[in-house]
T-cell receptor
Framework: DSGVTQTPKHLITATGQRVTLRCSPR?????VYWYQQSLDQGLQFLIQ???????AKGNILERFSAQQFPDLHSELNLSSLELGDSALYFC???????????FGEGSRLTVL | AQSVTQPDIHITVSEGASLELRCNYS??????LFWYVQSPGQGLQLLLK??????LVQGIKGFEAEFKRSQSSFNLRKPSVHWSDAAEYFC?????????????FGTGTRLTIIP
């Protein structure tokens, strides 16, 4: 158990819809990262927050957005969903800048 | 920008045999290097990490990795694999710049263990 909690574990929705994925980091960790894992793209970094502020942005689509709340949990919002958005979305957290990440078990999104 | 190459997409080894998974990185400064393992249906678990110092690092589950700056490599090894080692293994490089903390992952190597 990494201490990172993600909900929901599985989500099935239709094209054009909007979903929200939630992440609770390990106790004490200030950084939260979102990654997308798909068969064709591998593990892609989406975005990182540190203590409520956006710190780094990767290959995140404009249809996607995220935020980190004062209690440090984070949400990833995916809108206008397309079939290609079907993937495993991971949240990870870390205590500082060394890059040692602790991953949640992921949220599997299926867009039909 | 940093990058990671894992040249082997899939490796099959016999139980009890030795294992080496290759990882090459590209980064302009001293990298932070990591190996993660992902079992089916699970998240990624940190096996080991290199920040500085001794270039041979020990990790969990009997794994070790050696940092070779001259070859820009960070290969993962295990002297004798167990069936439970079957999983996907990811090498990753992290930047030392505080302002850019994201890890860049390789494409992974899937390890199959045969009896």
């Amino acid at each position: 158990d990494s201490g990172v909690t993600q909900t929901p574990k599985h989500l099935i929705t239709a094209t054009g819809q909007r979903v929200t994925l939630r992440c609770s980091p390990r106790s004490g960790d200030l950084s939260v990262y979102w990654y997308q894992q798909s068969l064709d793209q591998g593990l892609q970094f989406l975005i990182q927050y540190y203590n409520g502020e956006e710190r780094a942005k990767g290959n995140i689509l404009e249809r996607f957005s995220a935020q980190q709340f004062p209690d440090l949990h984070s949400e990833l919002n995916l809108s206008s969903l397309e079939l290609g958005d079907s993937a495993l979305y991971f949240c990870a957290s870390s205590v500082g800048p060394t890059g040692e990440l602790f991953f949640g078990e992921g949220s599997r999104l299926t867009v039909l | 920008a940093q990058s990671v190459t894992q040249p082997d997409i899939h490796i099959t080894v016999s139980e009890g045999a030795s294992l080496e998974l290759r990882c090459n990185y590209s980064y302009g400064a001293t990298p932070y290097l990591f190996w993660y393992v992902q079992s089916p249906g699970q998240g990624l678990q940190l096996l080991l990490k290199y920040f500085s110092g001794d270039t041979l690092v020990q990790g969990i589950k009997g794994f070790e990795a050696e940092f070779k700056r001259s070859q820009s490599s960070f290969n993962l090894r295990k002297p004798s694999v167990h069936w439970s080692d079957a999983a996907e293994y990811f090498c990753a490089v992290g930047a030392v710049d505080f302002g850019n903390e994201k890890l860049t992952f390789g494409t992974g190597t899937r390890l199959t263990i045969i009896p």
